[in-house]
């Protein structure tokens, strides 16, 4: 576990379903029925409760599906945390689309509803990078920018919210480190930034 900024924001590797936060963030499709990936291993560890639930929200709420940059809530499941957020990415299609603002919204709504859940702690995986297809830097850079205002607009209060990243490989945790190290000087004044990731630039240069 890597601290960024100092009790706020942390990256980790690993299986995102393992993780003991109060709120799991899953990379969702818009049927909410389940997919591949981040999304498929969170339906197994919750178990069918969670498909029953997603089943009731696109009756009731979303017929046409969930559209992308939106979350909603279900319980966990069988799985330990309180709550799993559904969101939906962007899939990339050269950048022309929205891409961006969509996976903007993606964090800063799944964000703003862990909130409002009363999470301590929340955990996301590294939206749309899997077979959604958006370029690893560019979501790091948009994950940050949606962190950041979250934190300094959004949870600046008493109850603060630990954001946790969880990369599923070494390297994309990595790619991350070095895009947060590129933003955060001039992006989080006033939030205490652990001084470690300026040091990994460098490092990171390509
Ligand atoms: P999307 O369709 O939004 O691109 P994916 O699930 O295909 O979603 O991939 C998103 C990211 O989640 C990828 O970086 C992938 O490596 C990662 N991932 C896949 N399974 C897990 C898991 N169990 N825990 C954490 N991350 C995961």
New binding site residues.
């Given amino acids: 576990m890597n601290e960024l900024i100092e009790n706020r924001l942390y990256t980790t590797t690993?299986?995102?379903?393992?993780?003991p936060f109060d709120i799991l963030v899953n990379?969702?499709?818009s049927s909410l029925l389940g997919?591949?990936?981040?999304?498929?291993?969170?339906h197994k560890?919750g178990g069918p409760q969670i498909l029953a639930e997603c089943r009731a929200i696109r009756k009731s709420k979303f017929p046409a599906g969930l559209p992308a940059g939106e979350a909603v809530e279900t319980t966990a499941g069988s799985m330990p945390a309180d709550y799993v957020i559904h969101t939906?990415?962007p899939?990339w299609n050269g950048g022309n689309e929205k891409e961006k603002a969509i996976l903007y919204s993606a964090y800063m709504n799944s964000l703003l509803l862990g909130k409002n859940l009363g999470g301590k702690s929340i955990g996301f995986?590294?939206?749309?990078?899997?077979?959604?297809?958006?370029p690893?830097k560019l979501a790091a850079e948009t994950a940050c920018r949606a962190i950041f205002d979250f934190i300094t607009k959004h949870d600046s209060g008493n109850a603060l919210m630990k954001i946790f990243l969880?990369?599923?490989?070494t390297k994309?945790e990595q790619i991350f480190q070095q895009v947060f190290t590129g933003m955060s000087m001039s992006d989080v004044s006033g939030l205490r930034v652990n001084s470690e990731f300026f040091r990994l630039e460098s490092e990171f240069s390509d």
């Fill in positions: 690993g299986d995102l379903t393992e993780m990379a969702a499709n997919g591949m990936g981040v999304d498929g291993a969170i560890a939906v990415g899939v995986p590294s939206i749309s990078t899997g077979a959604y297809g958006f690893k969880v990369f599923f490989h994309d």
